[in-house]
């Protein structure tokens, strides 16, 4: 599904990269809050779900090509990840919602996670 469709789903507010969200589909989703997990676990090209709000956070993301960030629970990023981010044309999106809430409403949506093998075409 295209991201735009992902924040209409989880009804985010888009910090950063309003207009790349057309261009940008998402078949998988990783939510964690430690970034070894997620070095270890999510696929290239996956949204990256979190509710920590550094600027590792874009860097872990840029390292794995994720596409963009999902911050959960409300909680904004910090000025200088938003920063990294539109300098890496990296969509920053804001949900209100826990990560358990988050992911359930992506996945019910058809994001997978990523331990799933890719779909058959």
Known sequence: ????????HI???VLYGEELLDSIEIEYAYGADLMSDV???ARPGSLLLTGLTNVQIIRTAQMLDIPAV?????KRPQ??????ASQL?????LSHCSMFET???LF???VLPCNIPAREV
């Open 1 to 8: 599904m295209k991201l735009r469709e992902v924040v209409e």
């Open 11 to 13: 009804n985010g507010d």
């Open 39 to 41: 070095l270890a676990f």
């Open 70 to 74: 999902v911050f959960v629970r409300g």
């Open 79 to 84: 000025e200088p990840a938003i920063k990294l």
């Open 89 to 93: 044309g990296m969509p920053v999106i």
């Open 103 to 105: 992911c359930g409403v």
């Open 108 to 110: 019910r949506e058809g």
